[in-house]
């Protein structure tokens, strides 16, 4: 049944192209007059805060970057297509405006590279890559009341305290510490927050689509809820999670405790079905602001002695959060923020306790004026062919420099 519409008997407009030009012309010629009308004040008002909650910044950021590839059972001929080297200058702007109880915000890049790879994959030799734009974050936020705000957007969410991995987070374990200066892939988010008081809190979350994060197997909608409390010098978190779908539910939490001025210890679990992950850590802080730390990761869902090839997704169930493929680990890291010439030094020593092996990472940074910085990163494996650590790449250099404009 199809609803007729007498066009010819519809009203006409009350505000016509002619009121509306009358009015700019009325507008304009109180402002000329000096004339202060409540329209003047009201838009001037309202542009004043616009611009007041407005904030961007923008950078430039170029590096080169080398690796060093194995084949073998995973990466024969190069068939994961990985370029050895590539040149690359990434535009990212941060935008943000902030007016009454809401918040917009924005995080669009534009990434160029030239990319040269190996023989043995369709794409070979040197290649331009096309200019590649996108989204990597997004939001909306908006206080319905004191103590509580909704937000949806594309996020990277990440807690808790630990420095190798995130066990207790149920959308991804992966925290991009082993490469600081490259953006972990945000997803979509739904979240209401609930702050009751300055010791507790009570978030909803929803993943609603996995944004550009890259999944295995078929994405379903997962929920969350986390209370979050700080108690004397202790901070605690309790996440409870399940899939829209079915599938295991998970829980997980960590603790933290300043037990000195210098030293904090720490906890971070993840509990799902038999694939138990529990961290335990330490860090201590030193006299001139450097700080090390000692954790040990023991992940259920790992395996110990069967080949990689059987590890890597997506041989594995769908819903693989994980980033470590083994079950023992120990992770020992230096960090000095204030060293000599003012250089920014990080070190990272991780042990893979099944295999034997081992892989290093170690981040230089120093400012250079008021806008630029300079950074170089490495990354060296230890293992052999069929070792989570060097089995792909055996290691790797980036070195380049970041520019705020």
């Given amino acids: 049944m199809r609803l007729a519409v007498n066009y010819a ?62 084949e073998n059972g995973v990466n024969i001929g190069n068939a994961l297509g990985m370029a050895d080297r590539r040149l690359e200058t ?71 305290p630990a420095m190798l991995v995130s066990p207790s987070n149920p959308f991804g374990s992966e925290n991009g510490r082993n490469a600081p200066r490259m953006e972990v892939a945000g997803s979509d988010f739904g979240r209401a927050v609930l702050t009751l008081n300055s010791t507790w809190s009570v978030s909803l979350i929803a993943n609603t689509d996995p944004g550009r994060r890259i999944v295995f197997g078929e994405f379903t909608d997962t929920y969350a809820v986390k209370v979050d409390a700080c108690i004397s010098g202790q901070s605690m978190s309790i996440i409870a999670s399940g899939h829209e779908r079915g599938g295991p539910s998970r829980v997980g939490g960590f603790w933290t405790w300043n037990a000195t001025e210098d030293i904090v210890t720490y906890l971070e679990a993840g509990v799902q079905e038999d694939d138990p992950e529990m961290l335990a850590g330490c860090s201590y802080s030193l006299a001139g602001g450097s700080i090390v730390a000692a954790e040990y990761m023991y992940n259920g869902g790992g ?103």
């Fill in 9 to 70: 008997a519809r009203p006409r407009p009350i505000v016509t192209w002619t009121g509306i030009l009358a009015a700019l012309c009325v507008m304009s010629a109180s402002g000329a007059s000096g004339i202060d009308s409540p329209t003047n004040a009201f838009w001037k008002g309202a542009a004043g805060e616009v611009a007041e909650g407005f904030h961007y910044t923008c950078r430039v950021l170029n590096f080169g970057e080398t690796l060093d590839l194995r």
């Fill in 90 to 160: 990434d535009l990212r702007l941060d935008v943000s405006e902030e007016i009454g109880g809401g918040c917009l915000s924005a995080k669009p890049r534009v990434d160029m590279r030239w990319c040269e790879r190996e023989p043995g994959v369709a794409l070979l030799g040197d290649i331009m890559e096309p200019d590649t734009f996108y989204v990597n974050e997004w939001l909306a936020r908006w206080r319905m009341a004191d103590g509580f705000c909704i937000s949806y957007g594309r996020e990277n969410l990440q807690w808790g």
């Fill in 303 to 405: 395996d110990s002695d069967r080949d990689l090839l059987w590890l890597v997704p997506p041989q594995q169930y769908p819903e693989y959060r994980e980033s470590l493929l083994r079950k023992n680990y120990l992770l020992f890291q230096y960090t000095n923020m204030t060293g000599p010439w003012d250089v920014e030094l990080t070190v990272r020593w991780i042990l893979n306790l099944d295999e034997r092996t081992h892989r290093v990472v170690m981040t230089v940074e120093r400012g250079w004026g008021d806008a630029a910085k300079i950074f170089m990163s490495g990354i060296f494996n230890s293992g052999d062919e069929d070792a989570e650590f060097g089995g792909v790449i055996q290691s790797s250099a980036i070195a380049g420099m970041e520019i705020v404009l």
